[in-house]
Every structure is written in C-alpha cells, then in structure tokens.
C-alpha cells in the first residue's frame, strides 16, 4: 500500500494537483489505526489508503483538508473517547498531515516574443507555465518545450473553461487590443492571485473604458496594466524581466526597496 500511496503521490505532482499526506506517527493503547498507516488526501475531498477508517478517518480528513488550504503541514492527535471523536477505542493517535503543495501557475495568453521570454523565467523560477494561444505555430510544444500544459484553441472558450483559484498568476500578452481585452474581460471576475495586462498608457485606458462601460469599474481595481515594473528597457527579454519581477514581488509579499547600506 505504500508504494502506492508513492506512486499516487507522484501521479498528482505531474497533474499539479494539491495533496495532504496523512500519516501515524503514534499511537497509544487501544486504535484502529496502527503506526505507519498512510491515507492521501486530494484538495477535492478524494482520499488513497486509509489511517483506520470510520470516525477517526473522516476527522483526519476534515483536518487534512484544511490543512491544504492553510499550505501548513501540522502533527494532530487525536484521542478516541466519548468526549472528543465519541468512540469507544480509549486510545490515541498522532497523525502528521504533510502538505504536499502544487506550484504556483502562470497562465500566459498569447505565445509571442513577450510570452516567450516570461515563459523561460517563469521555469526557472520553478512556475507551473499554461500557455493560451490559438495559433498553433505560436503554440507549439516546439515553442514551449518545458510548459507543463499548452491549450490551443479559442482563447476565450478555454479560460472559461479553466479552473483559474488563487494560486494562479495571469498574463495577457496577445497578438492585439481586442483579444487582450476578450481574454481580460473572461478572467477579470475570477480568482486569480494576479492578473496583468501588457499595452500602452493609451491601450489600457482604452479597453478600460470598454469594460467599465460593461460594469467592471470595480473589477478593474485589480489589474495591473500597463503590466510590469518600472525598470526601464523596452526589448521582449527586458519587459518579461519587468513582468516577472512583479509577479514575484506579489507572490513574495515583498517591498520596492533596494537592499544596499548607506
């Protein structure tokens, strides 16, 4: 069972998918589960293996959920009496819960010399890169060898059908005005952590009035655009430097500050 549970573990890496590895460290006196017993807990709600089932199962996996969602790994013990899981057992069980965290996605639209160079900070950066494109010489493994997923096709129909949540990071960089604001007009209201635009100072004012004409004055609030930081440079490499860097400062939590002394 657990080379199972390793391999289901490895299976949801590649798929990016968030996980909580639930474990038995202890146990003491009378329990269900015994030490080593091993349950994977999906973000859906799904589980691999078990940690002794019934009451004490269905609490682990309570918490594991709300592990995954804090990203904080956590030692629980659990005690099996009246009182606290209302079982009869009397024992008591510790059960590290590991978060096995999925990567920060970068959602890039469009696959131009913008996208291509935010693409290649991005992996080295360790990024979950999706590229949206729907021209498929722009859009092509070729192009994008180390993406992790590459949708081609309507750019539109396939953000709306992505589950974009807060860990998701997007940049609009298509090929003109009007797919960028088709593509920030399907995301604006959705979860993302960042959304960015790239485009003059005329562009955004532009697709701006467009949408707050549609009601999104106050979903706008939210974007960055004209996207990226102010370090000056105007070649492919240099605003994807600039996007990059932004998108690192609001994953970081980070300040514009300059670490020199004196």
């Known amino acids: 069972m657990e080379n199972l549970i390793f391999e289901k573990v490895l299976e949801g890496l590649k798929e990016n998918k968030r996980m909580a590895l639930c474990t038995i460290t202890n146990t003491y006196g009378s329990s269900p589960g015994k030490e080593g017993f091993m349950m994977l807990v999906f973000e859906d709600g799904t589980s691999f293996g078990t940690v002794g089932g019934?009451?004490?199962?269905?609490?682990?996996?309570?918490?594991?959920?709300?592990t995954i969602k804090k990203g904080t790994s956590k030692t629980f013990t659990y005690t099996l009496n009246d009182t606290d899981l209302k079982s009869k057992c009397g024992g008591k069980?510790?059960?590290?819960?590991?978060?096995?965290?999925?990567r920060e996605k970068l959602l890039i639209v469009g696959g131009g010399h913008v996208a291509l160079e935010l693409y290649k900070f991005a992996k080295l950066l360790n990024l979950y890169v999706v590229i949206f494109e729907d021209r498929e010489e722009f859009g092509s493994r070729e192009r994008f060898p180390e993406a992790d997923e590459i949708?081609?096709?309507?750019?539109?129909?396939?953000?709306?059908?992505?589950?974009?949540?807060?860990?998701?990071?997007?940049?609009?960089?298509?090929?003109?005005?009007?797919?960028?604001e088709a593509a920030l007009r399907e995301v604006i209201t959705r979860d993302a952590k960042y959304i960015g635009m790239i485009g003059s100072k005329n562009k955004v004012n532009y697709i701006f009035s467009n949408l707050?004409?549609?009601?999104?004055?106050?979903?706008?609030?939210?974007?960055?655009?004209?996207?990226?930081?102010?370090?000056?440079?105007?070649?492919?490499?240099?605003?994807?430097?600039?996007?990059?860097?932004?998108?690192?400062?609001?994953?970081?939590?980070?300040?514009?500050?300059?670490?020199?002394?004196?």
């Open 54 to 66: 019934g009451i004490l199962e269905a609490k682990i996996t309570e918490d594991a959920l709300e």
């Open 93 to 102: 069980v510790d059960v590290f819960i590991k978060v096995i965290g999925s």
């Open 151 to 180: 949708v081609l096709g309507d750019i539109v129909t396939n953000l709306k059908n992505y589950p974009i949540d807060d860990r998701c990071f997007i940049v609009i960089v298509t090929r003109g005005h009007e797919y960028d």
């Open 212 to 262: 707050k004409k549609e009601g999104y004055e106050e979903a706008l609030k939210r974007v960055y655009a004209p996207i990226g930081l102010k370090l000056g440079g105007n070649t492919p490499p240099e605003i994807a430097l600039s996007i990059i860097s932004e998108i690192m400062l609001i994953k970081n939590e980070g300040k514009l500050e300059h670490w020199r002394m004196g």
